[in-house]
């Protein structure tokens, strides 16, 4: 296997019985995995998507069928060499607890064998990629790491040996769910730089969508529902299984799948204090506008000042205006862009790079925009689709959700006792 | 079911086929004068031999029985009162004694006694209980420790009293862990009194000693696998004790 | 409530044992610290000897139940021994000298060491073991790794355990000609009512006392050293 290049997996009717057990947990898996893409492996719990990802680093080994990795057959491959090439994340990290962070990233590149200045230059690569200070965190045991940190640590440890595949079993199953969109995020991020064939096994749709270049849903013995790109699945569920599973709120969850960088940002009006206010008061009038935006030294937003308050140019602008609420970055999705503009109650949100640097706006228009544009792309072919809506009913659709899901819930029940 | 009666089983099984093959090993040479060192001086026959080992092993059980009624009657209570105090200027010392006792060679004690007290029938006892003592101390002390803070919560917000919640939660819940404390100090027992020798008590250890003074392998197996037959037979039965004297609730639970 | 009958300590003779006991220490320097050495050094190689058996016994076996049980069970039958039953079993055998005091020490050491080793060895946390399979760790390096740095502290307690369980029971196997404090305890008892007899069993004790302690405060040092700061407790 070439060095970090990524390879296609390419799964053959894979079958996997377990002595004991009438049904197979696998039965006839046939799927390609294009190099370079995320594929999502989604599905309730017990469907045996974990056994399938599981198979292809033979941590799982299938009682029929192939698996090629690159054009290579795994089962001819030794196991514990096949997995040194291939990265693997699991929930809650499963970090070796008597190993600092350092140790625990660089136990692949240590197992084969690297020089020990080459393993502490990937090492120090790898902390900068997951966004971990290597002097504050390098020494510490992963207990003590909040949940975010250590799945952070288990990433770089799964791309230590920068493997052409990562396998990644529920990684962020057991976070909170903000740390957890922050860490689907820069999984997005890191992957645009790494680019690797990433498996992703996850039972949360959403997730799915968010992370998925493409989604497989899953249901008993890991019979392929449907597969297909997420605005697909989302537009044409291909039956009422998948129609169910991805539950109430469609057209919302759409928006997991334009990111902020996507759009055209808007240039809104900002200063730094240096700059002095000449300048900022006359852009703020000629453009119309109310508001101008307040940047530190490193050019991060920080505060909201009203043209009025300009007009004072206050010695200390820290003091006056409305402290930004809340930034969103540039990968972050619209769905999440939405939420934050919900939450903070603006009507516009300052977007970031990964430095925290500004880049320009996000205003809540352009979601609504992007949402029609999203729907007028599906649409057409599609009888049941809903038609487009205000932002009003979609922002009550997110409270109905909940309501929808179960009504879902129990139409896929009546389904399943037809069958 | 076919299982736990076979490891049951198991334990007799092996101790009867021990006492066979040293009946028939020593059999042969209960005639030999290696015997008549044994039995005492006017009695030279197997007759007089064997009924001599069944003194000894009398006077065994005596050591072992009196001693735990005593380690019972002490250890238990104690180990409630240790529990009853916050204080830790209470349990540190204890402790340390706990620590202190366990390092403190048996032997060592019972001769400390003897040459403090002379040899009295009761310094025996003495030396054995206070050894034996510290298991079942220590895991009563641990059995009550052990319960779950919230049932003991429970059991006051319904209105049971100190007393009440001590006698119907917390001991019939301890009751595996100090079961397990006797057990280990039924054996511990059986053990030390085989030490008793050395400072005249009697027991089985008599006639190990006698076969070690006199260079007599025979008697010294003799003694030697009594000795260790009678301690596993102990620890077997205590074992069924144990599993039946556990509250029904709690049975299976592995108790260290 | 107290009983109306009190039992009466005897009234004994206190020997002048405060002052005579560090004259007859001091005396007797050489001895004492020969005696000492000679249990220290029985004690470490037995339990030397036993670690490696047991932490074998342990890894070889922690995976099946049924070994695993029939270990704990062979090794829990040495301990039920009257330590003096098998002495005289093993000098029956081997005849006199350090053999079989070591063997025997050694079969007393056993259980602790075992049963730690499987408990500790079992506690590994799946996830953990799962997550070191996917990094390609071969079951010889995730043995020699993983668990049994994580099974340390367990497997460590269970040394401890045995090393004290061992100090003691050497004082005895000095009847049987093995090295060690003992000896000061056999012959303060033969010489029971002679002028030193107290101080010299009082030696014995007194000094095995202090070689446990020493022992367990050496192991919890060891400990210190060798724990992973991630798993301390």
């Known amino acids: 296997m070439a060095k970090g290049q990524a390879v296609e997996i390419d799964l053959q009717s894979v079958t996997k019985e377990y002595a004991g057990s009438s049904v197979p947990a696998v039965e006839n898996f046939s799927l390609t995995i294009p190099a370079g893409e995320i594929v999502v492996f989604v599905g309730p719990s017990g469907c045996g998507k974990t056994t399938t990802m599981r198979m292809i680093n033979r941590l799982v080994r299938p009682t029929s069928g192939r698996i090629l990795i690159g054009g290579e057959d795994a089962a001819e491959m030794k196991p514990d060499v096949l997995r040194r090439h291939i990265g693997y994340v699991v929930q809650q990290a499963g970090l070796l607890p008597h190993l600092t962070v350092r140790q625990n990233i660089e136990t692949v590149p240590k197992l084969l064998g690297w020089k020990r200045d080459r393993v502490a230059a990937r090492s120090r690569e790898l902390f900068e990629l997951v966004g971990l200070d290597e002097q504050e965190f390098g020494g510490r045991y992963p207990r003590e790491l909040s949940g975010g940190q250590q799945q952070r640590v288990g990433v770089a440890r799964a791309l230590a040996a920068d493997p052409p595949i990562l396998l990644m079993d529920e990684p962020f199953g057991a976070l909170d769910p903000i740390t957890r969109d922050r860490l689907q995020s820069e999984l997005l991020k890191i992957q645009r730089r790494v680019r690797k064939t990433i498996v992703f096994v996850t039972h949360d749709i959403d997730e799915a969508i968010k992370l998925g270049d493409r989604v ?9 529902a449907q597969a297909g790109a997420p605005d697909e699945i989302l537009a044409e569920p291909a039956d009422r299984y998948v129609r169910a599973f991805i539950g109430g709120g469609a057209a919302v969850k759409r928006l997991h799948l334009v990111r902020v960088e996507d759009l055209d940002l808007e240039p809104y009006p900002s200063f730094t204090q240096a700059g002095g206010y000449e300048e900022i008061i006359r852009e703020v009038g000629t453009g119309g506008l109310d508001y101008a935006l307040l940047l530190d030294d490193q050019r991060r937003p920080q505060r909201w000042l009203h043209r009025d308050e300009l007009q004072d140019r206050p010695t200390d602008p820290g003091a006056v205006g409305q402290a930004v609420q ?56 599609q009888s049941d689709a809903a038609p487009v809506r205000t932002l009003a009913e979609i922002t009550g659709e997110i409270d109905r959700r909940d309501i929808e899901a179960e009504r879902d819930r129990q139409a896929a029940a009546k389904a399943g006792d037809g069958a | 079911m076919t299982r736990t009666l076979l490891r049951l089983l198991a334990t007799p099984a092996a101790i009867v086929v021990a006492l066979v093959v040293l009946y028939w090993q020593v059999g042969e040479q209960t ?66 004694l706990f620590n202190a006792g366990q390092a403190a060679p048996v032997i060592g004690v019972l001769v400390l006694l003897v040459s403090i007290f002379d040899i009295k029938s009761w310094v025996p006892y003495v030396g054995l209980v206070l050894y034996a003592v510290l298991p079942v101390m220590r895991n ?21 009293s100190r007393r009440q919640v001590l006698t119907r939660v917390e001991l019939p819940l301890a009751v595996p862990i100090i079961l397990s404390g006797i057990r280990t100090s039924l054996v511990l027992l059986v053990g030390t009194a085989t030490l008793a020798t050395f400072i005249n008590a009697g027991g089985l250890g008599d006639i190990i000693n006698d076969g070690i003074k006199n260079q007599r392998d025979a008697v010294l197996l003799t003694g030697a696998v009594l000795a260790a037959a009678l301690a596993v037979t102990i620890d077997w039965i205590a074992g069924i004790a144990e599993r039946y004297l556990s509250p029904k609730g709690l049975r299976g639970e592995r108790t260290a | 409530m107290r009983g109306p009958h009190r039992v009466r300590l005897p009234h004994v003779p206190v020997p002048p044992l405060a002052s005579s006991f560090f004259t007859y220490v001091g005396d007797n320097s050489d001895s004492v610290l020969r005696l000492a ?17 047991g932490v074998l016994l342990g890894v070889l076996t922690y995976r099946s139940p049924l070994a695993s049980s029939i270990a704990l069970t062979v090794s829990g039958l040495f301990l039920t021994f009257p330590s003096f039953a098998l002495l005289g079993i093993l000098l029956a055998i081997l005849g006199l000298g350090v053999t079989p005091v070591v063997i025997a020490l050694v ?55 045995a090393t004290q369980l061992v100090v003691g029971i050497a004082a005895i196997a000095a009847y049987v000609n093995g090295p060690g404090l003992g000896r000061f305890i056999f012959s303060g008892l033969s010489q029971l009512g002679g002028a030193n007899a107290t101080n010299q069993v009082v030696v014995g004790t007194l000094g095995i006392i202090i070689i446990a302690l020493v022992f367990d405060l050496l192991l919890s040092v060891v400990g210190r050293l060798t724990i992973s700061k991630g798993i301390r407790a």
């Not at chain 1, 497989?216 to 392929?224: G, H, P, T, W, Y």
């Not at chain 3, 050495?37 to 058996?53: E, N, P, T």
């Open chain 1, 216 to 224: 497989v849903v899953l249901k008993e013995r890991s019979k392929i």
């Open chain 3, 37 to 53: 050495w000679g249990h220290v050094w029985v004690v470490a190689l037995s339990i030397g000897i036993a670690v490696v058996i």
């Open chain 2, 31 to 96: 005639n030999s004068i290696a015997v008549s060192a044994l039995a005492g001086p006017d009695a030279t026959s197997a007759h007089a031999f064997s009924s001599n080992v069944i003194t000894k092993i009398g006077e065994h059980l005596k050591l072992v029985g009196i001693s735990a009624v005593f380690v019972l009657a002490i250890g238990v209570p104690l180990g409630i009162v240790l529990t009853r105090t916050r204080s830790r200027l209470i349990s540190i010392p204890i402790n340390g």
């Open chain 1, 326 to 381: 809340g930034v969103v970055m540039a990968t972050t999705t619209l769905h999440d862009a939405m939420d934050e503009m919900l939450s903070s109650g603006t009507g516009v949100v300052p977007a970031v790079d990964d430095r925290g640097a500004y880049i320009g706006t996000v205003r809540l228009s352009q979601v609504t925009d992007a949402l029609e544009e999203t729907h007028h792309r599906t649409v057409a072919d």
């Open chain 3, 107 to 161: 079969l007393y050491a056993l259980l602790p060491i075992v049963s730690n080793t499987i408990t500790g060895l079992r506690e590994v946390d799946a996830v953990v073991l799962d997550s070191a399979r996917g990094l390609g760790m071969s079951p010889v390096g995730r043995l020699i790794r993983v668990e049994l740095p994580i099974a340390w502290p367990v497997i460590l307690a269970g040394l401890r355990t």
């Open chain 2, 140 to 160: 009563t002390v641990e059995g009550i420790r052990n319960v779950d803070p919230g049932l003991i919560d429970a059991a006051r917000g319904q209105g049971f």
